[in-house]
């Protein structure tokens, strides 16, 4: 017999011992469908169809909010299931902000002096070019694989043009995660950049001109965990739509597209 799959407001139909929710509750713990850390945070968002999150972490994740199932025969998109009913197509980097500990690292400098120098430079870096996949990567699947800048010259090595390579670096690669959703069908009407590596006020400027579209900042929260939050209140509440929390944006970023680095970069990663 196959277990019972509990839609995404759905009530288990047993109730938690309360020893084991660690809470005095008489006659037991109401136990929600849960949900995995994407999907969670994607619920904490608030998104809908049409948006995408990326989140920038020790990895590099885009996910998005898909009215139809995806399926990718590459397994480079993971076909998840979102907490409202919806579809969660998921793309993911090994290589997220540590790109940018990287570049702090070899230039001697710290994330603010790592930002200034990147915007003292150019778009595309007067050439230089980072595949920044330090740790092997999953998206695409080269485990084997290595960072490489390329494009170096007497001319253009400068610590300004280094820098604006390990942000572009990042920023294209996740660049291929949004792209790789969309020619599944996708759609894709807005970003929200989250995660630790959003902090950086160079992620934040560029992300714009190398994504292609403008790019909104929610504040910095906790939203794996009022994700798992609102779906509890949802459960509890019995309504159709889970209940409508604000989200707190702190700004939208926008720019000039700069389409021209992301096919250098797609050039040099091959």
Not at 13 to 34: F, H, M, R, S, Y
Not at 69 to 83: E, M
Not at 168 to 182: V, Y
Request: charged letters at 20%.
């Amino acid at each position: 017999m196959l277990p019972t799959v509990l839609g995404p407001r759905d009530a288990a139909p047993v109730k938690a011992d309360p020893a084991i929710a660690g809470k005095n509750v008489e006659g037991g713990c109401t136990l929600a469908p849960g949900g995995g850390d994407n999907a969670m945070a994607s619920l904490g968002l608030g998104m809908g169809v049409g948006d995408v999150s990326i989140s920038l972490g020790t990895s590099g994740v885009a996910a998005a909010i898909s009215e139809n199932p995806t399926y990718d025969l590459t397994g480079a998109v993971s076909g998840f299931a979102d907490c409202t009913g919806h579809y969660l197509p998921l793309a993911c980097t090994i290589n997220g902000s540590r790109i940018l500990d990287a570049g702090r690292a070899a230039l001697g400098v710290d994330y603010d002096e790592l930002a200034k120098l990147a915007f003292a430079s150019k778009p595309g870096a007067e050439g230089i070019t980072l595949v920044p996949y330090f740790d092997g990567e999953r998206t695409p699947n080269r485990p084997d694989a290595t960072a490489t800048l390329s494009g170096l010259t007497l001319a253009n090595t400068t610590k300004e043009n280094l820098a604006r390579a390990f942000v572009e670096g990042l920023l294209c690669s996740q660049r291929d995660c949004l792209e790789l959703i969309r020619s599944l069908g996708a759609t894709i009407n807005r970003i929200l950049l989250i995660g630790g590596g959003a902090k950086s006020e160079a992620i934040r400027t560029l992300a714009p001109s190398i994504l292609g579209m403008d790019v909104t900042r929610p504040a910095t929260d906790e939203y794996v965990a009022i994700g798992a939050a609102r779906q509890a209140a949802w459960v509890l509440s019995g309504e159709a739509e889970p209940p409508a929390w604000k989200l707190t944006i702190d700004g939208v970023e926008t720019g000039e597209p700069t389409e021209a680095v992301y096919e250098a970069y797609a050039k040099a990663r091959g």
